[in-house]
């Protein structure tokens, strides 16, 4: 991709769209009920799963590309850390406030979370989101005790940012067979654990790890994507697995990442100004979960799946819009001006340094 054209790609708005895709999935799961593609695929994979393996086939290609283009390893580690932690701090910090205000005891609930202060603070360094839940937390609702569990994503997504890093810098990533072969490997290991069961597939580090892999692959290798028989060869093979589980478990890495990638640069579509105003997916990310679980037990109407949605989809933008604007956005803009980037010269930062999970 010439560096003309490093945003002429619709990666903000497929972020956007699977942000959401996790909001309308938890609409449902946090009610205790599966959602509408669960049903459709015959239990093998809800609107959660397919959004979280988009983030992370987007991460792959797009951080192997950041790694790449950067000078050094501090260079690439300085990008992911003011990229990723100072919103997800924030949200941790919005969250516990939430969880507090509408706690059955508000005292009782800081004072479990103050008893664990210390691996609150350990689990914050290295993204773990768990220190907020207790028995206090949200105890009437229909998934209790849980006060912002999509957050768990990000510690993968932190490992894999660590994993290219260590590749790396063992000039891993110049050898493109070395990143074959591992995915190989992962994607084994994949079929051995999904292969038994029908649900997400494997560990769920096994599958993030299988896709993010994937992702990387793309942007080694650099394979011709949309073509018309491969797309329409590729959705076929998702429908179809649908109806035979395990298959679409098993299928989906492959043919999912081809169709994903496809529509980012498809010249057919053109979204690469949706985030003109500013990229609000990984606020989204951030904080639809405990969005949800606040209107919930706020709104005893709101326990029902659309209306639940409805109801917590603005909400949840208006908090990613002030993400954005207070947290995220003067975080990236303290990157220094002088570029270390091979590939492009230019200060603003482009889709390689924006967060996939979400953002």
């Not at 580690?77 to 509408?102: C, D, E, N, Q």
Request: hydrophobic share 50%.
């Amino acid at each position: 991709m010439a560096p003309s054209d490093a945003r002429r790609n619709n990666f903000d708005a497929l972020r956007l769209a699977l942000a959401t895709l996790v909001l309308y999935s938890h609409s449902y799961a946090l009610l205790g009920v599966g959602d509408p593609i669960v049903r459709a695929t015959r239990g093998q994979l809800d609107g959660g799963a397919i959004a979280v393996a988009g983030f992370f086939v987007i991460s792959g290609y797009l951080i192997t590309q950041s790694w790449l283009s950067s000078s050094s390893t501090e260079t690439y580690l300085r990008k992911r850390i003011r990229r990723i932690y100072p919103g997800f701090l924030a949200a941790m910090v919005v969250s516990g406030v939430l969880a507090t205000l509408l706690a059955p005891s508000p005292i009782t609930y800081v004072k479990a979370v103050v008893f664990h202060i210390e691996e609150l603070v350990r689990g914050v360094l290295l993204l773990f989101y768990g220190g907020l839940d207790n028995a206090w937390a949200f105890p009437n609702n229909p998934y209790p005790h849980a006060v912002n569990g999509s957050l768990w994503t990000l510690q993968p997504e932190l490992f894999c940012y660590l994993l290219v890093a260590g590749l790396g810098a063992l000039g891993a990533l110049h050898r493109r067979r070395i990143v074959l072969f591992g995915a190989a490997l992962v994607y084994g290991v994949y079929v051995v654990q999904a292969g038994t069961r029908i649900g997400a597939g494997g560990s769920d580090f096994t599958r993030l790890l299988l896709y993010f892999a994937l992702g990387a692959l793309f942007w080694l290798y650099r394979p011709p994507l949309g073509n018309a028989v491969a797309v329409l060869g590729c959705l076929a093979v998702i429908v179809l697995s649908a109806f035979v589980p395990p298959f679409l478990t098993l299928l989906m890495p492959l043919a999912g990442s081809y169709l994903l990638l496809s529509f980012a640069f498809t010249s057919h579509v053109r979204l690469d100004r949706i985030a003109a105003k500013g990229d609000f997916s990984y606020g989204m990310y951030l904080y639809a979960f405990v969005v949800q679980q606040s209107v919930i037990a706020l709104l005893p109407p709101a326990r029902s799946p659309l209306v639940l949605f409805s109801l917590a989809l603005p909400v949840t933008l208006g908090f990613a819009v002030a993400s954005w604007h207070l947290v995220e956005q003067r975080f990236i803009r303290r990157v220094p001006r002088i570029q270390t980037d091979r590939l492009t010269p230019a200060p603003q930062p482009s889709a390689a340094d924006a967060v996939a999970v979400g953002g």
